[in-house]
């Protein structure tokens, strides 16, 4: 029995190596086993464009929703080392916020341009630039063609390109419209934890990955980005936050 096992062992690790899905692209992980281990890669790819929104029309899901993104780049910029460009038409950009996050003002570069059409083709010539290590915009209308275009630039140039879907209505979904991103994520805020003494803990956020390339939808609570960028399993929920709130509500197309 012992021998037909060992015969057997060569062609059990051949099928082993089959199975196990292999990337040739640079991956960005969390850092957090809840996210990575449900992402199709063991985290985000690297190159490629990714899309949030807010979860309402509130403006603390869309702080959320920014800082989100924010940490993304400034993990992003700490591995590569170069700046990151904020692109969005609304100069409504808290610098202290962001630092909060982990993007300090002096490794940001800020651009205003007029319209959504201009953003785009500043993002086009800031990837094939090079000189940033990650874009952030901000954008309420990007058509199905121009994702595409963004996806194939950022995977080109192995840079990842962040970006947020603002409602242009209340009650409408950015997500209700086709895009070629590699992920799209809806960001609310959640109740902080309780603290001993009078004040607000750590601020939480559920995350919840609406699609990807490749993988299933998921959603959780986690405690919101540090000053480097990283989020944290609240430490009372542990490894019970993924399994209490489960998959994605909604689809996105």
Not at 86 to 113: E, K, M, N
Request: charged fraction near 20%.
């Amino acid at each position: 029995m012992s021998a037909a096992l060992n015969s057997c062992a060569p062609s059990i690790a051949h099928l082993r190596t089959i199975a196990t899905p292999i990337t040739d692209y640079r991956v960005l992980p969390f850092g957090i086993e809840e996210v990575d281990a449900r992402l199709g890669a063991g985290g985000l790819r690297a190159g490629a464009l990714h899309e949030a929104t807010a979860q309402t029309g509130s403006l603390v899901d869309n702080a959320a929703t920014t800082l989100f993104l924010a940490g993304i780049a400034a993990r992003e910029a700490a591995i590569a080392g170069g700046p990151v460009l904020w692109a969005s038409c609304r100069p409504d950009i808290y610098a202290p916020g962001l630092a909060q996050a982990g993007l300090t003002a002096a490794s940001v570069i800020y651009a205003h341009p007029p319209d959504d059409a201009t953003l785009l083709a500043v993002i086009e010539d800031a990837v094939r630039d090079g000189t940033p290590s990650a874009i952030v915009a901000d954008a309420s209308k990007v058509s199905m063609v121009a994702t595409r275009r963004l996806q194939l630039v950022a995977a080109e140039a192995d840079m990842p390109i962040l970006l947020t879907r603002r409602r242009r209505k209340r009650d409408e979904d950015p997500f209700s419209e086709p895009s070629a991103a590699w992920t799209r994520w809806r960001i609310g805020s959640a109740p902080s934890a309780r603290l001993d003494v009078a004040g607000v803990g750590r601020a939480r956020w559920s995350i919840e990955l609406a699609r990807q390339r490749g993988g299933e939808g998921f959603s959780l609570i986690l405690e919101a980005s540090d000053e480097t960028g990283c989020l944290a399993v609240p430490a009372e929920l542990g490894h019970r936050t993924a399994e209490t709130v489960g998959t994605a509500r909604f689809a996105a197309a």
